[in-house]
């Protein structure tokens, strides 16, 4: 991925605005767009490898039924 295609898009809908507004908007958006992507950082949680390769223990059977759910 080039640096262009990461960059955000801007797309005029509406009026006509003078090269100083768009330059005044690509300015305020581009910072504001840099500083929320230096700003998030998602924390990840610490997993050591054995939990990552240990399968989850499964509950215990319960003794109180009986085989096959019938009791008589």
Not at 14 to 25: D, F, I, K, S, V
Not at 32 to 49: I, K, L, M, N
Request: hydrophobic share 35%; glycine share 6%; charged share 35%.
């Amino acid at each position: 991925m080039t640096e262009h295609e990461d960059a955000p898009r801007i797309e005029i809908i509406r009026g006509n605005p003078t090269e100083e507004e768009l330059a005044a908007l690509l300015a305020v958006v581009s910072d504001a767009y840099t500083r929320e992507t230096d700003e998030a950082v998602a924390d990840e949680p610490h997993v050591s490898v054995w939990e990552r390769t240990q399968r989850g223990l499964r509950k215990p059977l319960r003794r109180d039924i009986p085989w096959g759910r019938f009791s008589g």
